[in-house]
């Protein structure tokens, strides 16, 4: 069974920092790309980041460049997502998604997600 | 960047009507989209993927078409467990998009 458990979230200051795990089971972590997309309560769906199934290749969304840094381990089977220079704009819930097609990252569905984590700016 | 529009944005249904929700991109992503259902304090949930191919597990009742720049999410009979909020998604061009969601209530 598939399974992506995230964690990592909080509260965090303005301008802080956080680092988001997403680990995974269930299938060969290795050969999947995942992504991060966001919900800032009560609002839609927003893709943050991707990263390849090698980690060799990593996407963002213009709101996070710069700022935020998608990495994972494969001998751990975990994703990551660091956070830097936050703001309250970036408070919402986090979810990894794994891409439904082995060794792509474009022109396919996410077929799994995880339960997210919380992530809240503010002082 | 490829954008998304769904329309309604809201809809109330009795349960065993049909429902029609579209999806709208702002150009062409041939059938690169896909459409996920949340329920509150839920996680999305694959529904439908690569424009019309269905997803094992998901009831029959569900059912998509298009291609290009429009597409359309059906649901066959409505059911009370249907209340959710639904959202496309395209994966043709980084940055992937959604739409803004269709909330759909049960009378």
């Known amino acids: 069974e598939v399974q992506l458990l995230e964690s990592g979230g909080g509260l965090v200051q303005p301008g802080g920092s956080l680092r988001l795990s997403c680990a995974a089971s269930?299938?060969?972590?290795?050969?999947?790309?995942i992504n991060w997309v966001r919900q800032a309560p009560g609002k839609g769906l927003e893709w943050v980041s991707g990263i390849t199934g090698s980690g060799g290749s990593t996407y963002y969304a213009d709101s996070v460049k710069g700022r935020f840094t998608v990495s994972r381990d494969n001998s751990k089977n975990t994703l990551y997502l660091q956070m830097n220079s936050l703001r309250a704009e970036d408070t919402a819930v986090y979810y990894c998604a794994k891409v439904g097609s082995n060794n792509q990252l474009v022109k396919y569905e996410f077929d799994y997600w995880g339960q997210g984590t919380l992530v809240t700016v503010s002082s | 960047e490829i954008v998304l529009t769904q329309s309604p944005d809201f809809q109330s249904v009795t349960p065993k009507e049909k429902v029609t929700i579209t999806c709208r991109a702002s150009?062409?992503?041939?059938?690169?989209l896909h459409w996920y259902q949340q329920k509150p304090d839920q996680s999305p949930k694959l529904l439908i993927k690569s424009a019309s191919q269905s997803i094992s597990g998901v009831p029959s009742r569900f059912s998509g078409s298009g291609s290009g720049t429009d597409f359309t999410l059906t649901i066959n009979s409505l059911e009370a467990e249907d209340a959710a909020t639904y959202y496309c998604?395209?994966?043709?061009?980084?940055?992937?998009?959604f739409g803004p969601g269709t909330k759909v209530d049960i009378k």
């Open positions: 269930g299938f060969t972590f290795s050969s999947y790309a």
């Open positions: 150009q062409s992503i041939g059938s690169s």
């Open positions: 998604h395209q994966s043709s061009n980084l940055p992937f998009t």
